[in-house]
C-alpha cells in the first residue's frame, strides 16, 4: 500500500510518437512507498487518448 502525505495529483499528457493521440495519464509527487528511503513520482496510466487538443492560451501555466 502507497502512503500518500500531502501528495499532489495532477493529470498529464504525453503525445503519442507514431500517432496523433495524445495518452492520459495521472502523476503523483511524494508518494512514500515503504522499503524506499526517497519518495518517488509514480505516474498511472488510464488507458485513455484523445486525438484534438484544444489549449486555452489565455490562462496562464
Known amino acids: 500500500m502507497k502512503q500518500l502525505s500531502k501528495t499532489k495529483v495532477t493529470v498529464r499528457l504525453r503525445k503519442a510518437e507514431d500517432r496523433n493521440e495524445w495518452y492520459i495519464y495521472l502523476e503523483s509527487y511524494p508518494v512514500f512507498v515503504p522499503g524506499k528511503?526517497?519518495?518517488?513520482r509514480i505516474r498511472e496510466y488510464l488507458n485513455r487518448s484523445i486525438t484534438t487538443v484544444t489549449w486555452d492560451k489565455k490562462r496562464t501555466a
Open 37 to 40: 528511503t526517497k519518495p518517488q
